[in-house]
């Protein structure tokens, strides 16, 4: 707390009117406007974790992760001993005789493999890759300078279209219409070099036969 | 999942080709927000989950980036017609002419119109989510308009999972905050 009344551009504190009539409040330093609405979750406390006590001597068992911490639990999973920062209560012990407690290696591995999501998540998008690697290099600025980037992009678009049809981790049904449009557009431009080649090899050997 | 679009997009083009596009979805208790990056095409995608009940506010915070933006495309846009006119003159042949002119004024035009564009209708901001732990950004719900329309779609789903803070409450938070600085 604290922070809210704060100008988020060069921290000069503010009158906080924008809080009560949800105007465009400018700083008076900066005068950048901000609009700040506030929700009850504002006045919910977080809990600060708790560091543990130190260990006493070398008869006392300590944290398998804090050397110098007094061990206060046992991984239900594993056995470490863990001390009072390092106990997590197990997210998914519902068989209601134990709370469970976990260490924090075991806390993520079980948070994997029960399928639970965490917060933040990336993806990479192969078939939006390549269309991108198909469709990119026809644009007209960039096919007349980088016309010799298909030799490339093409075989790299089919690589990636057909390797990995339906490959593609979305959170949402994908359909596969990238990847159509990308085998469509790169097969034609390898044919088309294809093509080339062949005209080339044709024309130099027609050429010496000819001469 | 049953994640609903919301009807709302953000998109800022980082340069001509490289694309930023946000998209946000909802659930019963929370939201995806999904920002895409790419070149003309997304192949990139980056997933966030925001709870409402954890989000303790949201920020909108005016920037002066448009300005630079709407400046940069005029710029360039009184550049190519200025060119258009300049390689006109050198020009003899009247039908060259001609092609240059309607090529790169047409190519000048269209900046200068964006850059217009932007001067007056996408006025830029910060989005920022404000949670216990964290101060979010929300990169691509970066022009005043849709983080207003977004703000407003999402204070919706907040305050049915939280509830509404009366003026007493906002009163009081304002003097938490000065009481803590």
Same mark, same amino acid.
């Given at each position: 707390?604290? =922070?809210?009344?704060?100008?988020?551009?060069?921290?000069?504190?503010?009158?906080?009117?924008?809080?009560? /009539?949800?105007?465009?409040?400018?700083?008076?330093?900066?005068?950048?406007?901000?609009?700040?609405?506030?929700?009850?979750?504002?006045? /919910?406390?977080? =809990?600060?974790?708790?560091?543990?006590?130190?260990?006493?001597?070398?008869?006392?068992?300590?944290?398998?992760?804090? @050397?110098?911490?007094?061990?206060?639990?046992?991984?239900?999973?594993?056995?470490?001993?863990?001390?009072?920062?390092?106990?997590? @209560? /197990?997210?998914?012990?519902? /068989?209601?005789?134990?709370?469970?407690?976990?260490?924090?290696?075991?806390?993520?591995?079980?948070?994997?493999?029960?399928?639970?999501?965490?917060?933040?998540? =990336?993806?990479?998008?192969?078939?939006?890759?390549?269309?991108?690697?198909?469709?990119?290099?026809?644009?007209? @600025?960039?096919?007349? *300078?980088?016309?010799?980037? &298909?030799?490339?992009?093409? @075989?790299?678009?089919?690589?990636?279209? *057909?390797?990995?049809?339906?490959?593609?981790?979305?959170?949402?049904?994908?359909?596969? &219409?990238?990847?159509?449009?990308? *085998?469509?557009?790169?097969?034609?431009?390898?044919?088309?070099?294809?093509? *080339?080649?062949?005209? &080339?090899?044709?024309?130099?050997?027609?050429? =010496?036969?000819?001469? | 999942?049953?994640?609903?679009?919301?009807?709302?997009?953000?998109?800022?083009?980082?340069?001509?080709?490289?694309?930023?596009?946000?998209?946000?979805?909802?659930? +019963?208790?929370?939201?995806?927000?999904? +920002?895409?990056?790419?070149?003309?095409? $997304?192949?990139?995608?980056?997933?966030?989950?925001?709870?409402?009940?954890?989000?303790?506010?949201?920020?909108?915070? $005016?920037?002066?980036?448009?300005?630079?933006?709407?400046?940069?495309?005029?710029?360039?846009?009184?550049?190519?017609?200025?060119?258009?006119?300049? %390689? %006109?003159?050198?020009?003899?042949?009247?039908?060259?002419?001609?092609?240059?002119?309607?090529?790169?004024?047409?190519?000048?035009?269209?900046?200068?119109?964006?850059?217009?564009?932007?001067?007056?209708?996408?006025?830029?901001?910060?989005?920022?989510?404000?949670?216990?732990?964290?101060?979010?950004?929300?990169?691509?719900?970066? $022009?005043?308009?849709?983080?207003?329309?977004? +703000?407003?779609?999402? %204070?919706?789903?907040?305050?049915?999972?939280?509830?509404?803070?009366?003026?007493?409450?906002?009163?009081?938070?304002?003097?938490?905050?000065? %009481?803590?600085?």
């Amino acid at each position: 707390m604290g =922070e809210l009344l704060k100008c988020r551009k060069c921290g000069v504190l503010l009158k906080g009117g924008s809080i009560l /009539d949800g105007s465009y409040e400018a700083c008076p330093s900066c005068q950048a406007s901000s609009r700040l609405k506030v929700y009850p979750a504002y006045f /919910d406390k977080i =809990e600060k974790g708790k560091l543990g006590q130190k260990a006493l001597g070398d008869k006392e068992a300590t944290c398998y992760f804090h @050397p110098d911490r007094k061990a206060v639990a046992i991984c239900d999973e594993c056995g470490k001993f863990v001390c009072e920062l390092c106990a997590i @209560p /197990d997210p998914l012990a519902n /068989d209601g005789a134990s709370e469970g407690v976990l260490c924090p290696e075991c806390y993520s591995r079980k948070l994997e493999s029960s399928g639970r999501r965490g917060g933040r998540e =990336e993806v990479f998008l192969y078939d939006g890759m390549a269309v991108s690697l198909a469709v990119v290099p026809l644009i007209p @600025p960039i096919c007349i *300078i980088m016309y010799w980037a &298909i030799i490339f992009t093409a @075989p790299a678009a089919l690589f990636l279209s *057909i390797a990995y049809w339906g490959k593609t981790r979305h959170f949402m049904p994908r359909s596969k &219409i990238r990847n159509i449009v990308a *085998i469509v557009f790169s097969l034609l431009q390898v044919l088309f070099l294809i093509g *080339i080649v062949v005209l &080339i090899v044709t024309s130099l050997t027609f050429g =010496e036969m000819g001469s | 999942m049953s994640y609903t679009k919301l009807k709302i997009k953000g998109a800022s083009m980082q340069s001509l080709l490289s694309v930023r596009k946000s998209n946000l979805w909802l659930e +019963e208790d929370h939201f995806l927000h999904v +920002e895409g990056r790419g070149l003309i095409f $997304t192949f990139w995608e980056h997933y966030q989950r925001l709870y409402f009940e954890n989000i303790k506010g949201i920020i909108i915070l $005016t920037t002066k980036l448009y300005l630079i933006h709407s400046v940069s495309y005029s710029l360039i846009g009184l550049f190519f017609l200025l060119l258009g006119v300049g %390689s %006109s003159l050198l020009v003899s042949d009247n039908l060259t002419k001609w092609i240059v002119i309607l090529v790169v004024g047409a190519i000048g035009t269209l900046f200068l119109i964006r850059g217009i564009f932007i001067g007056l209708f996408r006025k830029s901001c910060k989005f920022l989510i404000l949670t216990n732990v964290a101060a979010i950004e929300i990169p691509s719900l970066n $022009t005043m308009r849709v983080a207003e329309n977004t +703000e407003k779609i999402l %204070s919706g789903f907040i305050e049915k999972a939280q509830g509404k803070l009366d003026q007493e409450g906002l009163k009081k938070v304002i003097e938490i905050e000065k %009481s803590d600085l």
